[in-house]
């Protein structure tokens, strides 16, 4: 059975992911039609930022944040004056830093489907007189809406199994930055395994649920480009 620590983990966890991939599903489409489109000479380097999480030890970037997050620097300082209180080991400091660290599972599906979205349609909704946000909603999001299901997929399932970073940034405290991965951890650290295969079971069986949901959409999308 699981525990009211168990428990608790899970729901912050699922909370902690759906505030991440709401978040992600605003600021990620502009940055990745951006990237798609742009011809500027930093692009690259813009790129790599966004990229960066993908190859870095989450180690250094949660080290790198911790710093950041700490209220003897500006950011954390600024932070600690707005609200009152600090980011570093706070569910605040853990979203921000999840949604760092999973922006490239959602910017990269996305600038992906703008690469090869055919300017036809954009023409002819401009031609009808569509305004940008009228393009967007009317037109980009319904032929494109697999991708961005896959994005939010692949940015939710990416913030449920962090570790590293979280750790860093928001440590072990039950019920405010205890996820299920450092739950999960605690009970092997006890030599509780049964507490742990339960854990993993959840998080694998939740994964596995995931994957098909988001192969389903790529298959059926796949037909529907055939078929078209």
Partial sequence: MLSELDISAILLTLK???LTTFILLLIAPPLAWWLARS???FRPLIEALVALPLILPPTVLG?????AFSPENPFGQFWLTLTGNQLAFSFSGLLIAS?????????QPLQSAFVNLQKEYLEVASMLGLNGPERFYRVLLPMLLPS????GGLGFAHTIGEFGVVLMIGGNIPGETQLISIALFDHVESLEYGQAHLLSLLLLGFSMALLVVIYGVLQKRQRSLQDA
Avoid at 63 to 67: A, D, E, M, N, S
Avoid at 99 to 107: K, R
Avoid at 148 to 151: D, S
Wanted: glycine share 4%; aromatic share 20%.
């Fill in 148 to 151: 961005f299901i896959i994005a």
């Fill in 63 to 67: 080290f790198y944040l911790l710093i």
């Fill in 39 to 41: 011809q500027r000479v």
């Fill in 16 to 18: 902690l992911a759906g």
């Fill in 99 to 107: 949604i760092i660290y999973s922006l490239p599972f959602v910017v």
